[in-house]
């Protein structure tokens, strides 16, 4: 199966490789044309890749999805200079305290009021659904029409914050586990702080030594050219290992890194050679999505029922972000076009997927639960998908007046 897998993927990143330019300006990203191919080579249609389904699997789903979250959120980390997202921490933190608590209480009330769920199954939906994507939304910040089309300023909060709320929603996560299960609340804080400020002390300490190891290299001349765009991932690998070892939340470990690593080493100096997001989020993300694909739960979707399916994506999509980022217009000092871009662009991907089958783990596998938010991941990558690059457009003209300047 390992050989299958690699063929379709393979086969597909060099058509992605291919028609990188047609697809950059279509309303067709990569995670959804990687979607598209596991459904079609999957057990449901040519039955080429006979996985199991979502229910059955969720552990290999939960290592693919861990590993490809601590390489998208070492890129956001080190996408800018460390003086932008220095200057970026007033709003961000409001994003990742009352925004992100707001997305995982609406979807809570959505996911109870639409599909009847008890509190804890509901709280695990609502936690395992509230962070921003880093994988998905690195197609809406990324990339020429991004860059020419989007305010700097916007384009930062909404990679910082997918960065930071990845690991930041573990707390919310536990949380939600101890509505749902044996977990105490008492545990449940202990294990959240443990987890979170373990992070940070790792994350920051691992940072700042991987960059002064790096300059220290450069200045000698001990390094060549050719390592360092991989220096950052060995460096996430290696922070992401070492968490799982001492049992710290890892993704947030791996972010901090590279905050950490941005804020001492000369990355500002060779900005040129920083592309790793865009590659990360072109190629490595097809497997997972692949793997999505070919594993969805078709027949518990289709117990969720149509209507209830219909409108709890509805909810997820326009309920759990859009109001909250409108409401908090004025303090993050957007104007009405960014308040509505960021509400918009804050998908439901990898992350999602990374905390419901923690959740599975850690509980058993819920059908219901387990359904309901694969549903939503899926719709969230073609919806925004979809509208990314109409979405772009429209942005850019509200904010020139349909002029081709590039945004200020």
Not at 88 to 108: C, H, K, S, Y
Not at 307 to 329: E, M, S
Not at 350 to 369: I, K, N
Request: glycine residues 12%; neutral net charge.
């Amino acid at each position: 199966m390992l050989n299958v897998l690699l063929t379709v993927v393979g086969g597909l990143g060099l058509v992605v490789a291919a028609l990188s330019g047609p697809l950059g300006r279509a309303p067709l990203s990569a995670p959804l044309l990687a979607l598209l191919t596991g459904v079609v080579f999957g057990p449901e249609v040519l039955g080429v890749l006979d996985l199991p389904t979502v229910l059955e699997g969720h552990q290999e789903l939960h290592d693919v999805s861990r590993l490809l979250l601590a390489v998208s959120v070492m890129s956001v980390a080190l996408r800018y200079p460390f003086r932008d997202v220095r200057a970026r921490v007033r709003p961000l933190l409001v994003l990742l305290v009352v925004a992100m608590a707001g997305m995982a209480l609406l979807t809570t009330v959505v996911s109870a009021v639409v599909l009847g769920l008890g509190l804890g199954a509901a709280a695990l939906l609502g936690a395992a659904l509230c962070p921003t994507d880093p994988v998905l939304a690195s197609g809406v910040v990324t990339g020429e029409p991004a860059e020419e089309g989007i305010a700097a300023r916007t384009r930062q909060l909404l990679s910082l914050e997918s960065g930071a709320n990845d690991g930041l929603a573990l707390p919310l996560v536990l949380a939600a586990v101890a509505l749902a299960g044996p977990l105490t609340g008492t545990r449940a804080l202990t294990e959240s702080l443990w987890q979170v400020l373990g992070a940070v002390v790792l994350g920051a300490a691992a940072g700042w030594l991987g960059g002064k190891a790096l300059r220290t290299a450069e200045r000698s001349g001990s390094i060549s050219a050719g390592p360092l765009l991989v220096y950052t991932l060995l460096l996430a690998f290696f922070v992401l290992g070492v968490s799982g070892l001492l049992h710290f939340d890892g993704v947030l470990a791996v972010f901090v890194s590279g905050l950490a690593f941005n804020a001492v080493s000369s990355m500002d100096e060779r900005a040129s050679e920083n592309k790793i997001d865009e590659a990360v989020n072109r190629f490595l993300v097809l497997p997972l999505f692949v793997l999505l694909g070919a594993m969805i739960p078709w027949r518990e979707w289709g117990e969720l029922g149509w209507w209830r399916g219909t409108l709890l994506v509805l909810g997820a999509l326009l309920v759990r972000r859009l109001p909250i980022l409108l409401a908090l217009k004025r303090p993050l000092s957007l104007p009405w076009r960014d308040a509505v871009f960021l509400g918009w662009f804050g998908p439901i991907g990898v992350s999602a997927l990374f905390y419901l089958t923690m959740e599975a783990h850690r509980l058993g596998t819920d059908p219901e639960v387990l359904a309901a938010g694969t549903l939503v991941v899926v719709a969230s990558t073609a919806v925004h998908g979809i509208t990314t690059a109409p979405g772009l457009a429209l942005y850019r003209r509200a904010a020139t007046g349909g002029t081709r300047k590039a945004v200020e």
